[in-house]
């Protein structure tokens, strides 16, 4: 894919860090996949639960569906392809983001089993569905034949207000990409390690770290302690309440949630915040306070064989598309 024009001149005024609809991927055939379970400690074979995969994962995909749906929130569900099988496709927002100045992202996935995934034919569903207005296409595809990757809004959390961009480097975020996406989309990179409770690196920011309009929650000691605190100053002068979770929060995905907002005549705004059942469960009743207190409402909704099997939850299974 090329260009359409040159990139866009993005206004003054702050984005709106809320995306109103989303793109979803019905999956065809997940599973467990053992390519990216090399670098995505959340993942955990199964053999046992392999046959049932597909249905459940299908059921978890279809109540998520609903719930966005009865809130207000737009989604555009796309149908994954028959060949070849893909067992991660429930995760389209690795591959492709949706941004409030028209500019459409397609990225460099790790796992060459993951590439098919980049279809036409789900970006158009998604542009047909929700009237996003492409007027700027960045294709950093081709990075892959030179083994860098970055892995959308895995590898990058927005501060779409601030126009920040937090990356988490590791296996599958490469810093180099960071700055570049940062130079093009004229973000600020705020570039750290962070790994889990054994120390291996973590294989995407979005399990450590999300960002609301008004609350950003961080799993403060899992990032290197060399740079802890360039990111906390960065949260904290951006000028929302941070909430620190720890190691076991960040297991349950916990780190992994997602605001959007509604927009009504009548009702007016309204700001959503989804999670999975398992992060709702893994927050003490503090946080979970604080968190419902910077919100209109909160879903959180089971995805028990996505998050065990494909090693992502519910933020995961959402590319927000910015109208």
């Not at 467990?32 to 597909?54: C, G, I």
Request: net charge negative; with cysteine.
């Amino acid at each position: 894919m090329s260009s359409l024009s040159q990139a866009p001149t993005l206004p003054g005024r702050a984005l709106q860090q809320c995306a109103d609809a989303v793109l979803m991927v019905r999956p065809r055939a997940f599973g467990f996949n053992a390519e990216t379970a090399l670098t995505n400690t959340f993942q955990h074979a199964d053999a046992a639960a392999a046959a049932a995969a597909p249905s459940r994962a299908l059921a978890e995909f279809e109540t998520l569906v609903r719930a966005l749906s009865g809130e207000g929130i737009g989604v555009c569900v796309a149908e994954d392809s028959a060949e070849p099988a893909k067992p991660d496709a429930v995760f389209p927002n690795n591959w492709v983001s949706f941004h409030p100045c028209g500019t459409l992202v397609l990225y460099p996935l790790a796992a060459a089993s993951r590439r098919p995934e980049r279809r036409q034919a789900v970006i158009d569903a998604a542009t047909r569905s929700s009237g996003f207005r492409l007027t700027h296409l960045l294709d950093l595809s081709w990075h892959e034949s030179e083994g860098r990757f970055l892995e959308g809004t895995g590898s990058l959390v927005l501060d779409h207000a601030n126009r920040i961009a937090y990356a988490c480097a590791s296996p599958r975020t490469d810093p180099q990409l960071v700055r570049e996406w940062a130079r093009e989309l004229k973000f600020e990179p705020v570039i750290f390690h962070a790994a889990n409770r054994a120390g291996v690196p973590l294989y995407h920011t979005n399990v450590c770290l999300w960002i609301g309009s008004q609350v950003a929650v961080v799993a403060a000691e899992a990032i290197a302690a060399g740079d802890r605190e360039a990111v906390l100053a960065s949260l904290a002068g951006a000028g929302r309440e941070v909430i620190r979770i720890g190691h076991t929060e960040l297991e349950n995905f916990a780190g992994n949630m997602l605001e959007l907002g509604t927009w009504d005549e009548a009702l007016g705004d309204s700001r959503l915040l989804v999670m999975s059942e398992s992060a709702r469960r893994a927050l003490q009743p503090e946080v979970f306070a604080q968190l419902s207190g910077c919100v209109d409402t909160v879903l959180s909704v089971p995805v028990p064989t996505i998050e065990r099997l494909g090693g992502g939850s519910v933020r995961c299974m959402l590319a927000e598309v910015f109208r």
